[in-house]
């Protein structure tokens, strides 16, 4: 968008300078649409049920883990990312 700033009258580096955004715009569309989501429509609920449920295990073993050791939240932490 720098392009478009300095060259002749305001009105042509106001052009310029719209064109120049209009053109960047367009390849950072085309990028993302090319790269995509790994995650459809069709397979987004499929992937939010995988992770709720991943969280709720993850909770699960935490309650565990407290009633079993008495351990505070920070230990519990740290014990998990130890098993990991």
């Known amino acids: 968008m720098i392009i478009g ?3 002749g009258s ?3 580096s106001l052009l310029m ?16 649409k090319s790269v ?3 995650i459809t429509d069709h397979n987004y ?14 909770r699960d073993k ?4 407290m009633e079993e050791y008495g351990l505070s939240d920070e230990e519990i932490e740290r014990k998990i990312e130890e098993e990991l």
């Open 10 to 12: 305001p009105l042509v």
């Open 62 to 65: 935490a309650y565990k883990m």
């Open 45 to 58: 609920e499929e992937y939010k049920e995988k992770r709720r449920e991943y969280y709720y295990q993850q």
């Open 36 to 38: 995509g989501t790994s």
């Open 5 to 7: 700033i300095g060259f």
């Open 17 to 32: 300078l719209i064109i120049t955004a209009s053109i960047s715009y367009t390849i950072f569309r085309a990028i993302k």
